[in-house]
């Protein structure tokens, strides 16, 4: 294919948006929704793998590394994620979607395999910073690629049943912990180390589902490679057109758009449009990211310390009792997301958050006054994370839809960032605190706080709510580089 050569310095006249967003569902997305979804489904077996083989690291037959070692592992991966996300949100707006996706993906992968061979403290942080550089990159270039392929009338489910896969591979690798973990089958410096590497190994198949995924068009014509994203879109419509359920395709509808490429936009920019033309959605985006990081952080980081303390649940079963969890997390989104498309998403996003403050308020309730056991402890996560899985997901599809097309990387890593270092820092901090009084009492405080903080969020997602559901991209948020003059999307 020959060298891509940038025009910007033309108008260019497009129905693109269009075009992509009135296709017919097919083939052709469900490879677009494997591609970009198994990324999550290796993920969450990763981030499982790192909880439960805690106390292995700590054996001296193992890595010998104390619990304070631990907790700086763990803040290697969260700097890295943080850091990751910014750096390669940036350029996933300036040098494009399919591009940072295969980079942070090898950044990932690379990262994750490395870390088998750990030899010391330092190279296992080293490894772990850059497996979360790998992985924040991911949320940025994920997000942004299929926010602009998928259909406007889909993208709600579409978003939420992707980033629900995460709690699919965490589901995987509960099991997994059973067989690596056991030192009946592997020594304890070898176990936790094999499920390393045949993650990282599982993961090399992402690349060749990727390849088929293209360049978002719409990053495309944005950046003045308007014959490209033309012929993108062609060879979509004429893979959906093959589909044997689908044959024609409708017209498009609406007029076209003019769009004036720029290369880049500056950070003065960004700023500009996300304090001074939309700084409601900003607080709303940053309420949903926070409160969701919270509440994640709070229990699924404290999730087996509960169990083993307070329910007497042996350590190496607790990642049995993680199963139904995963499966709660994994269903939410997958069965809710499509009402958020159909009843809309003001009401689902305020009814799924406001559903998981009740149902945890009874939790901790329950919880204090004694009457629960480890199976109906986790049968009631299940049931709250079902809706607050949803929630958690619906809070990265909305940053991901409410700003302009040209932000989109950035503005998903910025909000990932902060949600990430605000909430994903206090509450680990707060339940672990919390756990280590011993007091069921305490662990309640700590479960209405996280209700509360839900709580505010519903009704910031009343006062500040987008009704972006089937709508298009650009009428959500009108594009940075749209014409001055045009109003087609006004």
Do not use: C
Not at 202 to 230: C, K, M
Not at 240 to 262: C, H, Y
Not at 320 to 343: E, K, R
């Amino acid at each position: 294919m020959p060298a891509l050569v940038a025009d910007l310095e033309t108008t260019i006249t497009t129905d693109i948006p269009a075009r992509m967003d009135r296709l017919p569902w097919s083939r052709w997305h469900w490879r677009v929704v494997v591609a970009l979804g198994i990324t999550w489904v290796i993920d969450g077996l990763e981030v499982t793998l790192i909880g439960a083989i805690s106390p292995m690291l700590q054996r001296g037959d193992s890595m010998g590394f104390t619990g304070a070692d631990i907790g700086l592992l763990n803040t290697s991966y969260l700097v890295g994620a943080v850091l990751g996300s910014l750096f390669f949100g940036y350029l996933t707006d300036r040098l494009g979607r399919k591009k940072l996706f295969t980079v942070t993906l090898g950044v990932y992968l690379t990262a994750a395999f490395a870390t088998a061979f750990a030899w010391d403290f330092w190279s296992f942080a080293v490894f772990r910073f850059f497996t979360g550089a790998g992985i924040g990159g991911e949320y940025s270039a994920i997000n942004s690629a299929i926010d602009e392929l998928i259909p406007a009338r889909r993208r709600g489910a579409v978003d939420l049943a992707i980033n629900g896969t995460f709690w699919l591979g965490a589901a995987l690798g509960a099991l997994a912990t059973v067989v690596l973990l056991n030192p009946n089958y592997f020594s304890p410096d070898f176990g936790w180390r094999l499920g390393f590497g045949i993650g990282a190994t599982l993961g090399l198949v992402i690349i060749f589902f990727r390849n088929h995924v293209p360049e978002s068009p719409r990053w495309l014509v944005t950046h003045g490679y308007a014959q490209e994203a033309d012929r993108v879109v062609a060879e979509i419509e004429e893979r959906v057109r093959n589909d044997p359920n689908i044959g024609e395709l409708p017209e498009p509808e609406g007029k076209p758009m003019v769009v004036k490429p720029r290369a880049g936009i500056g950070f003065g920019e960004i700023i500009a449009t996300l304090f001074e033309t939309y700084p409601k959605r900003s607080v709303l985006g940053l309420a949903m990211v926070i409160s969701q990081a919270f509440l994640y952080n709070g229990v699924f980081f404290t999730f087996a310390l509960i169990l083993t303390k307070f329910y007497g649940v042996p350590e190496d079963r607790a990642g049995l009792y993680l199963i139904p969890f995963a499966a709660g997390n994994f269903f939410g989104p997958l069965l809710l997301g499509p009402l958020f498309d159909s009843w809309g998403r003001k009401p689902m996003i305020a009814g799924t958050y406001a559903i998981s403050a009740a149902l945890l308020i009874l939790s901790g309730f329950l919880f204090a006054q004694g009457v629960l056991n480890a199976t109906t402890q986790t049968i009631l996560w299940a049931v709250i994370f079902f809706f607050a899985s949803a929630a958690a997901s619906s809070a990265y599809l909305t940053v991901s839809e409410i700003f302009p097309l040209e932000m989109r990387g950035l503005v998903i890593a910025l909000f990932y960032s902060t949600g990430t270092g605000i909430g994903g820092t206090i509450a680990p901090w707060l339940f672990g605190t919390l756990i280590d009084s011993g007091s069921r009492t305490m662990l309640l405080y700590g479960d209405l706080i996280a209700a509360a903080v839900l709580i505010v969020t519903v009704v910031i997602v009343a006062l500040f709510g987008v009704k972006a559901e089937r709508s298009s991209l650009e009428s959500i948020a009108r594009p940075l580089t749209q014409a001055a003059d045009d109003e087609t999307l006004s």
